[in-house]
């Protein structure tokens, strides 16, 4: 097989997800580093200047007209995180704290996945073709069935239901229509319920359960899993192929399969830096200001075009350090920087472990996803070699 250039089927998933949108967004990459589009806002294309957006929660707020919060408040409520700001959104963020360290989100995943991945080493072992797609979706959804107290079988299905959720959301979106957010309600709900239960039953071996002993209230708890339902199962399901699609397509799987611990962290989060599963954030203007050389209004919509920022320091390089404005942008910076990052990685990780046993592999069939916000493969199977 043809070696493939560097992140040419990224390019393919982002086309097949984006056709109008992608080659738009990166067209204005090139015309400068904060660009006003009309009916889209001011579009920030650099890491440094959408940093320092992130980090001004004052001026910058995600509870705004055009924000993420005005898409999200009418199906989730107004005290989600997602959609808060200031002492609220502070003393909510504090009392989660928490909730996903390192060791915790390390343990929760050793428990959920623990038959998955053994599951997953067997087939690769056997020499099977096996769809990494299902794989991760399966598990991204055995995860949040695992937070929110619901029957881990359900996981594969409610991360499809997510999928249809965002995929209601484009560019240009600043609010859903009433049927969209009806039928937002309607997945979610499944959701919530679950959620109330768990609560209510405030034991120890669902993370919604201690959130009760977070002194969280019901509704702050049962928002709260819909948020990490929301923002934490695509992103994760859609990245883990891409992850290892990347390595197997820059020659690096054998690398990194030869050094885990010193080089699955770096090669998770170089990945992450040319994926951007979060391909853009949106912010909402509270008083008038700048963004680099622009000048905003009050009400101005931001879209900080986090896969512009991230894109501009070139394709795939496991070698290459990651300058400070780019650190981790991928997962937010500031108040609301990413609360699932630790239980991202260890879900990445515990799935690509499994996988980096099992090398040499080789990609033997893949597809892209149409018509969906988070780029994906519809299918990636990979053999031993
Ligand atoms: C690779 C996987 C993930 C990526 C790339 C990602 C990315 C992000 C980004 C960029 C933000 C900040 C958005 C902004 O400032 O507008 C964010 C926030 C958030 N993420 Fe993640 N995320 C991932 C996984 C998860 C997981 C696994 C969970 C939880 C189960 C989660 C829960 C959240 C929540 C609740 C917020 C809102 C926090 C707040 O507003 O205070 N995410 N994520």
Known sequence: MMAQPVNEWERRLYLAAHPVGYPFLRTLARIGPVVRVPSVGVVVNDAALAREVLLDGETFRKDGPGSSGALWTPVLGPSVLLNMEGAAHHELRRRLAGLFTPGSAEQICSDVLAGQSADLGSRLASGAAVDLVEVARAAAGAVICALIGLDGGRGREMVDDGERITAMIGLRTRAMSLAQQDSARAVLGGITASAA????????????????????????????????????????????????????????????????????????????????PSPAMLRSVAAPGRVGRIKVRSGDRIVLATHNCARALGPFDLDRPHPPELRHLWFGAGPHFCIGYPLAMAEIRTLARTVLAHTPLRVVRRAATRGVLIPTYRILEVARS
């Open 197 to 276: 239960t768990a609560y209510q039953a405030a034991g120890t071996t669902t993370v919604v359960g201690r959130m009760r002993g977070l002194d969280l209230s019901e509704e702050e708890a049962v928002g709260a899993a819909a948020a990490f339902f929301l923002t934490g199962t695509e992103t994760v399901a859609t990245f883990v192929p891409r992850l290892i699609a990347l390595l197997c397509d820059t020659g690096e799987l054998d690398r990194v399969s030869a050094s885990p611990d010193e080089l699955l962290d770096p090669a998770i989060d170089e990945a992450l830096r040319v994926t951007t």
